[in-house]
């Protein structure tokens, strides 16, 4: 009976601990020593291993920038890959520490999920993509009436897609799939007419297909696809880490840090300069942040600026090939601003 | 005196050696461990959930869905609400469930009777049967039927013709769609009847036997009733009905009846997985029944065919009954397994649902309740065949 008693006051006990625990994700992850970070199985461009079998993409380059804000080394980091339909709960259940895997920024997400959204790493928009061999007339999504479309569960898209073909008096047969693989190879062996995902997506999954050549993404964009990184409701100072990650790399492209001249730059005359990479006497905007004074120094060095991991993985260093558009910096015409650092 | 002081001793020392007294304790200590336990899951919960800003409730389950879902046996649009779609997954799954367990039920018995054949090939191709797919998982046999054989179909343009206007491509199996015209009612009305007199020739028939010895053909009787009214009704109204062939349109075919391919691959992979189990439990019930059961009947003059209907099979349900419930549940609960190719069952309806709510325990909750539910009543059904068919002792 004793032991029985011990035993409820143990497990009670245990309970307390990792409800406060899960509270402060920051310290969680500083005793773990990593960050577990939700990424896409296999989104070329985006999250996806490599021959190598390392994870690369421009969301994973996020978690890894956040890494190296936090630990100084942009490889302590753990990837879990996630189905759309898994990402949310493996968030809030705290299997993650945070959602970077192409997720679109909505209200109904920022508030009855439990979710925070950081900020938009990647401005996006929905498009459809045919194979022009096998329907050679179509060059318009307004031609897919009566159309088979493949399209990934519990996504935006799902609804969009539904949203468009009403709004357009259009029928269409949707074939749902719980996995992008799934869809994927659905789509490739002919199953659909048509393959719907965010226009990044789709320039992905066309180097996918057998023959990507046969592939035309169509031109309409039928809807916003704003993609950024989420943590959990409730824990504003893990907030603060990623949300001023995602803005340091976007400050130090405007500033012109890369990950070649980091090192020089630090000594650089602009204040503006010396007061992003922590070189002014007795800063402390990082120590105010919870981590190093030099931790855009250490995330630059990691992954590069914001254009450098752009480039890298979906521009033209990569083979999707796609422009920045409105992905380029505000002083550039684009959407990217970074709040100032100060 | 002495003898009431020895009786009270023992009970007045031994209170904690009382094998009730500790009994009940032990069970009361239980108890409150277990509702302590449940409570602190409970609590925990809803404190994480109020914390993150999670909403909880089922009231989500009245809101717009605004996906659509191909196969659908009610009516349903993007409209509808969260519920509706539930329900949507709900008779998907069961429709391929219940399809499935007649088909697995059919071919498990030939097959458990193949096995017991007295013909070499039969009795082999049976063994082979129920040994490849006994020892595949159900989801490598549900993605064999899906990729490996119906994805390789040819496209849309080049259907292959089958007879009576029907067509089998990569986008499922299309047949003509028979629509019944004004006067269609006589038809059924028809077979109705045949069937009710059926019913009463057969009685009649079971009735003249026992008193007299006569027999009457009653398989006949009732095949011709049940053919030839609904044809004479049919006949008589004039021809009541149109035919409605598939066609091609620009992507697909349309009009017609389209069993898609994943409906096809789910049904086909329940079916045959199942019956390799089915199959050996009826292969069991039979060699059940003990020999000198058949012997008693050759002795009795029962020819073979009636010796095994009224005699060997039903002995031998009383065996095959109660394993055959437990996989018509687990053919059921497989049935999940239809998120993998894309058939909007429950838990592929149901997980897009959580998905697009983020009501993770609700549906779950749900998920349970509704597959126990099914199983439940899979069970009862069962349970009242079976003790239907049970040895009834007089």
């Given amino acids: 009976m004793k032991n029985i008693a011990i035993g409820i006051l143990g ?113 996006d928009g929905q498009g459809f993509m045919i194979n022009a061999k096998k329907l050679p007339g179509v060059n318009s999504a307004l031609q897919l009436s009566g159309a088979a479309v493949c399209v990934q569960a519990g996504t935006t898209t799902e609804l969009n897609l539904a949203d468009y073909f009403r709004a357009n008096k259009m029928e269409y047969n949707p074939v749902v799939f719980e996995k992008f693989e799934e869809a994927n190879a659905a789509y490739d ?44 409701q409730g824990d504003d100072k893990w907030f603060h880490i990623v949300r001023w990650t995602y803005f ?65 993985n979906v521009g033209s260093g990569s083979p999707l090939k796609i422009a920045r558009g409105i992905n380029a910096l505000w002083t550039k015409g684009g959407l990217q601003y970074g709040m100032p650092i100060r | 005196m002495a003898q009431e002081a020895i009786h009270d001793a023992p009970a007045r020392a031994s209170l904690i050696y009382d094998p009730r007294v500790r009994g009940i304790v032990f069970q009361l200590v239980l108890v409150v461990a277990l509702a302590l336990g449940i409570w602190w899951i409970v609590q925990n919960t809803i404190d994480n959930l109020h914390r993150s800003n999670i909403a909880t409730g089922f009231g989500f389950l009245r809101g717009r869905a605004g996906f659509d879902i191909s196969e659908r046996l009610i009516e349903y649009t993007s409209d509808d609400s969260y519920g509706r779609a539930l329900l949507v997954g709900i008779w998907n799954t069961a429709a391929v469930a219940a399809a499935g367990i007649i088909t697995a039920t059919i071919l498990g018995f030939l097959v458990g009777i193949g096995r017991l054949s007295n013909n070499w090939l039969i009795r082999k191709l049976a063994t082979a049967y129920v040994e490849l797919f006994r020892n595949i998982p159900p ?24 007879p009576a206007g029907s067509y089998l491509n990569n986008r499922g199996f299309y047949f003509p769609k028979l629509m019944w015209g004004p006067g269609s009612w006589l038809v059924f009305a028809g077979f109705v009847v045949a069937i009710a007199l059926s019913w009463y020739v057969a009685r009649r028939a079971k009735a003249r036997q026992m008193a007299t010895g006569q027999r009457f053909p009653v398989f006949l009787t009732s095949l011709a009733l049940i053919v030839g009214l609904p044809l004479l009704a049919f006949l008589l109204a004039g021809l009541p009905v149109s035919v409605e062939y598939p066609q091609k349109g620009t992507f697909n075919l349309t009009g017609g009846i389209n069993v898609k391919p994943e409906f096809l691959s789910l049904y086909l992979a329940l079916s045959f997985y199942t019956a390799a189990f089915i199959a050996e439990i009826v292969r069991a019930g039979i060699l059940g029944v003990p020999k000198g059961q058949t012997e008693a009947y050759s002795a009795l003059g029962l020819r073979r065919g009636t010796g095994l209907r009224l005699v060997v099979i039903p002995q031998a349900m009383r065996i095959i009954i109660p394993p055959l419930t437990s996989q018509y549940l687990n053919l059921t609960k497989n049935s999940s397994l239809a998120v993998a190719i894309g058939y909007p069952d429950l838990y592929a309806v149901g997980g897009t649902i959580l998905n697009q709510t983020g009501q993770a325990i609700e549906v779950v909750v749900i998920f349970m309740i509704v597959y126990l539910g099914i199983s439940i009543a899979t069970s009862l059904i069962m349970n009242w065949f079976n003790a239907k068919m049970a040895l009834k002792e007089r």
């Fill in chain 1, 11 to 123: 497990a009670a006990a245990f309970g307390f601990m990792a409800t406060a625990a899960s509270a402060d994700t920051l310290d969680d992850v500083k005793a773990k020593g990593f960050i577990q970070c939700g990424v896409n199985t296999g989104l070329a461009g985006f999250s996806a291993p490599n021959d190598k079998g390392e994870w690369t993409g421009l969301d994973v380059d996020f978690c890894r920038a956040v890494a190296a804000a936090v630990f100084g080394d942009g490889t302590k980091v753990k990837f879990t890959g996630l189905s759309a339909k898994d990402r949310f709960t493996a968030l809030q259940s705290g299997e993650v520490d945070i959602l970077s895997r192409n997720t679109t920024w909505t209200i109904n997400r920022d508030t009855a999920l439990g979710l925070n959204f950081a900020g938009v790493t990647y401005y």
């Fill in chain 2, 139 to 162: 989801l490598l046999v549900i993605l064999f039927w899906y990729q490996g054989v119906l994805a390789l179909l040819p496209s849309v343009r080049d259907s292959l013709s089958l």
């Fill in chain 1, 189 to 232: 062996s002919g199953r659909c007419d048509a393959y719907t995902t965010d226009q990044s997506g789709l320039y992905a999954v066309r180097l996918q297909m057998s023959s990507p050549d046969d592939h035309v993404v169509l031109p309409e964009i039928i809807s916003k696809e704003p993609l950024g990184p989420s943590v959990r």
């Fill in chain 1, 248 to 312: 340091a790399l976007l400050n130090a492209e405007e500033a012109g840090v890369t990950q070649a001249n980091v090192d020089e730059m630090k000594n650089s005359n602009n204040p503006d300069i010396r007061r992003l990479l922590g070189s002014e006497a007795e800063t402390k905007i990082g120590t105010d942040l919870g981590v190093s004074n030099d931790w855009v120094v250490n995330i630059v060095k990691a992954t590069g600026n914001y254009g450098e991991i752009f480039e890298r």
